[in-house]
Every structure is written in structure tokens, then in C-alpha cells.
């Protein structure tokens, strides 16, 4: 039973979906917060749609066509060496997202700050892996929960204090669920929730 809940916990709060979750969640609880309130009903689900094919669909077609063409042996990405690619065409897809709706679209700086440290965390990941397994899943939980930190500290909101708590609890049930299925160690869970925190919280304390 705690295998299964773990496994489902994993693949509900993947990190390719956790930007997705984090932006529709603020796009439709605090908005404000991240200069989406001057969007429409119609205009948000745009918004969430563009962040979910360009940090989700694309990234994980990437990952199934890797899968196919038997570049990597499983989509669950066991072995550190099979992270690579998966991680690179991750980066390009983010990058990509960071000049169409920083450069081009010009978000506002609290939502242009929230990509760029996800980007940020996503090269530094890689460059680590290069050398030693990390939880990406870790850093995406945390990150969250640094990104909500910043906001919380750049404008005071108790929704926001609300959202942070939140995230500290999902993020202690993705280290736990990642450790239960062995698919890291405390350290590589530890440290990547350490990363993953720090980046995205002194990326908004920098760019708002």
C-alpha cells in the first residue's frame, strides 16, 4: 500500500509537472501575485496550456521517443548516465519558454524570476549529474517551496503563507516517497532539495 501511494505521490508531482502546478495554482488562487490578474478566465487557461506543452508535453515526448529508440531503458531514468539527454532537451524546452514569455511576452519580473530559476536549477542539475545522481523530484519540490518563500518575503500575502506551508509538507512527502521506493539516498534527496530551494529563492530575491 505505501509503495503504491508513494509511487502515485512520484508521478502526480513528476518534476516536469510541477511548474505546471505551481503556475495554475497561483494563476487562479493569487494571480497578483505574478501579474496574471489582468487576464481573462479564457486568457489563464492559455497561459497554463503554453506551460503545460512547452515544460510537460514536450519534455516527456522527449523522454518517450529516447524510450523508443532505446536510448534510455525506462521512463522512471534509474541510471544517472540516462539522465543526461532527458535533461538537456528539458533545458532547451525551458529556455525556450523563458525567451517566448520573458523576452517576448514580457511577464511580469515575479513570474519571469520563477522560470528563470527553474532554468537555472535544471543546468545546475545537469552539470552535477554528469558526476553523481540527484533528485530531480527533490529540487522541484523545494524549489517550489523557495519560489514561495521569495514571494512571500517580496509581498506579504496570506494566501501565499498559506501556499508555502503547503508546499513544505508535499515536498517532505516527495523526499519520503522518493526514499521508500529507493530511488535515491537521504543525501541525494537532501541535496537536491537544498538546490532546488536556494536557486529559486534568491532568484526572486534578485530579479523583484
Same mark, same amino acid.
Given at each position: 500500500?505505501?509503495?503504491?501511494?508513494?509511487?502515485?505521490?512520484?508521478?502526480?508531482?513528476?518534476?516536469?509537472?510541477?511548474?505546471?502546478?505551481?503556475?495554475?495554482?497561483?494563476?487562479?488562487?493569487?494571480?497578483?501575485?505574478?501579474?496574471?490578474?489582468?487576464?481573462?478566465?479564457?486568457?489563464?487557461?492559455?497561459?497554463?496550456?503554453?506551460?503545460?506543452?512547452?515544460?510537460?508535453?514536450?519534455?516527456?515526448?522527449?523522454?518517450?521517443?529516447?524510450?523508443?529508440?532505446?536510448?534510455?531503458?525506462?521512463?522512471?531514468?534509474?541510471?544517472?548516465?540516462?539522465?543526461?539527454?532527458?535533461?538537456?532537451?528539458?533545458?532547451?524546452?525551458?529556455?525556450?519558454?523563458?525567451?517566448? !514569455?520573458?523576452?517576448?511576452?514580457? &511577464?511580469?519580473?515575479?513570474? /519571469?524570476?520563477?522560470?528563470? %530559476?527553474? $532554468? =537555472?536549477? #535544471?543546468? *545546475?542539475?545537469?552539470?552535477?549529474? !554528469?558526476?553523481?545522481?540527484?533528485? &530531480?523530484?527533490?529540487?522541484? /519540490?523545494?524549489?517550489?517551496? %523557495?519560489? $514561495? =518563500?521569495? #514571494?512571500? *518575503?517580496?509581498?506579504?500575502?496570506?494566501?501565499?503563507?498559506?501556499?508555502l506551508s503547503t508546499s513544505i509538507l508535499i515536498s517532505g512527502a516527495i523526499g519520503s516517497a522518493?526514499?521508500?521506493?529507493?530511488?535515491?539516498?537521504?543525501?541525494?534527496?537532501?541535496?537536491?532539495?537544498?538546490?532546488?530551494?536556494?536557486?529559486?529563492?534568491?532568484?526572486?530575491?534578485?530579479?523583484?
Open positions: 500500500m505505501i509503495k503504491a501511494i508513494s509511487g502515485f505521490i512520484s508521478v502526480i508531482l513528476h518534476p516536469l509537472l510541477m511548474t505546471t502546478w505551481f503556475i495554475f495554482t497561483l494563476t487562479f488562487l493569487t494571480p497578483e501575485t505574478i501579474g496574471l490578474d489582468i487576464l481573462d478566465n479564457h486568457g489563464k487557461w492559455v497561459m497554463i496550456g503554453i506551460f503545460m506543452l512547452l515544460t510537460f508535453i514536450l519534455p516527456m515526448a522527449s523522454i518517450v521517443i529516447l524510450r523508443i529508440t532505446s536510448n534510455i531503458s525506462s521512463l522512471t531514468l534509474e541510471e544517472r548516465t540516462e539522465r543526461l539527454y532527458p535533461l538537456i532537451f528539458t533545458i532547451i524546452y525551458y529556455g525556450a519558454t523563458c525567451y517566448f !514569455l520573458v523576452v517576448q511576452y514580457k &511577464v511580469s519580473a515575479e513570474l /519571469a524570476s520563477i522560470l528563470i %530559476g527553474v $532554468l =537555472l536549477t #535544471l543546468i *545546475i542539475i545537469t552539470v552535477i549529474t !554528469l558526476f553523481w545522481k540527484i533528485s &530531480v523530484h527533490s529540487a522541484a /519540490a523545494w524549489g517550489v517551496a %523557495g519560489a $514561495l =518563500l521569495g #514571494l512571500n *518575503i517580496a509581498m506579504s500575502s496570506e494566501i501565499l503563507v498559506y501556499l522518493r526514499l521508500y521506493l529507493n530511488a535515491h539516498t537521504p543525501a541525494q534527496v537532501g541535496w537536491g532539495g537544498l538546490l532546488g530551494f536556494l536557486i529559486c529563492f534568491s532568484t526572486i530575491l534578485i530579479m523583484t
